[in-house]
């Protein structure tokens, strides 16, 4: 990456501005741009990746379809690549959520390379909260349906990243075993009430 920050540090103050009402779906509510961070940093970090319009991108994914952020806005202050990108990682909000769910398995094949990378970071740090974090009041068996579709987009744009990848598949395989021991743990307490 070129030794200037100028355009990353854009897209940080862009995204904590858009999401600046959000928060995550995890109990502590924390605040959504910690999730952007968190995808550029996983990028960068476990995938290597010291590609700046990648990063850009990263922390910006979630702004069109979650916030009220044009993509006219986005093209304007980063150009046509980086909102690409973004257009790529964002669902069409029109159709019914079952509907959106099929259509990431459905498109993952066909991502870009870029957005290949974004959509690996952005689903390690998705299942490895739907273990460690999860939403409020979600079952265990709609954290495991989670995991299971993760695991199908995933599935479709492998080839892209071994470092990546790999991280992946260990986070599932974490996300799994806790699963599997909070069962475990449930399974026990009548017992140990009794
Ligand atoms: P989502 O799949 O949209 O919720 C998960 C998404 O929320 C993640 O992909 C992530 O997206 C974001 N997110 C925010 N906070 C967290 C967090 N702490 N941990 C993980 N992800 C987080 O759930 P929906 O409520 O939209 O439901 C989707 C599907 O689930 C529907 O198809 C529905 O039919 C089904 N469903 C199943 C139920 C069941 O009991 N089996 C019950 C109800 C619905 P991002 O990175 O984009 O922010
Ligand atoms: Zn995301």
Redesign the pocket.
């Known amino acids: 990456m070129k030794n200037d920050l100028t355009l990353v540090l854009k897209a940080l103050n862009f995204s904590a501005g858009k999401h600046r009402h959000q928060r995550?779906?995890?109990t502590a509510a924390s605040p959504y741009i910690n999730?952007p961070i968190e995808v550029a940093c996983i990028l960068w970090t476990i995938g290597g990746i010291a590609d700046e319009t990648a990063i850009i991108a990263a922390l910006l994914h979630?702004t069109i379809?979650?916030t009220d952020a044009t993509p006219e806005e986005i093209g304007a202050a980063f150009g046509a690549e980086v909102l690409g990108l973004v257009l790529e990682m964002s669902d069409n909000k029109r159709l019914p959520?079952?509907e959106r769910?099929r259509e990431q398995i459905v498109h993952s094949p066909h991502l870009s390379p870029r957005a290949k990378l974004i959509k690996l970071a952005?689903k390690i740090?998705?299942v490895r909260?739907?273990a460690f974090?999860?939403?409020d009041r979600?079952?265990r068996?709609?954290r495991i349906?989670?995991l299971a579709w993760a695991e199908a987009v995933i599935a479709g744009l492998r080839g892209v990243n071994a470092g990546l990848e790999k991280h992946f598949d260990d986070t599932l395989a974490l996300a799994r075993k806790k699963l599997a021991e909070e069962e475990n743990e449930a399974a026990l307490q009548p017992e140990e009430k009794s």
């Open positions: 995550r779906k995890n999730h979630d379809e979650d959520k079952q769910k952005d740090c998705n909260d739907i974090d999860p939403p979600w079952s068996e709609r349906e989670y």
